[in-house]
């Protein structure tokens, strides 16, 4: 776990797409979760440090937020049950 100010990694990605549905996953649970996004705009880059996309939640809800992208995606319920 990498912590940086009060914030954790709990998830990196490539694609902003799937960056915002782990971010929104984690928002629907109650977890506050932030994207950080070092993604080049001006180069194409799909590799390397100039592509990731990192989603971040507060450092005392970093287990909270790993159960919730480990439960199924289409087990919400039980997703909110474990944050509880």
Do not use: C, H
């Not at 440090?49 to 005392?60: N, S, W």
């Amino acid at each position: 776990m990498r912590i940086v100010q009060g914030w954790a990694e709990v998830e990196r990605a490539t694609d902003e797409m799937r960056a915002a549905v782990f971010t929104e996953r984690l928002r629907w649970a109650g977890i506050d979760a932030e994207l950080l996004s070092q993604k080049d705009q001006t180069n194409v880059v799909a590799i390397g440090g100039l592509a990731v996309i990192r989603v971040l939640v507060p450092a005392y809800q970093f287990e909270s937020a790993v159960a919730v992208l480990r439960a199924k995606s289409g087990d919400e319920r039980k997703a909110r049950r474990l944050v509880e």
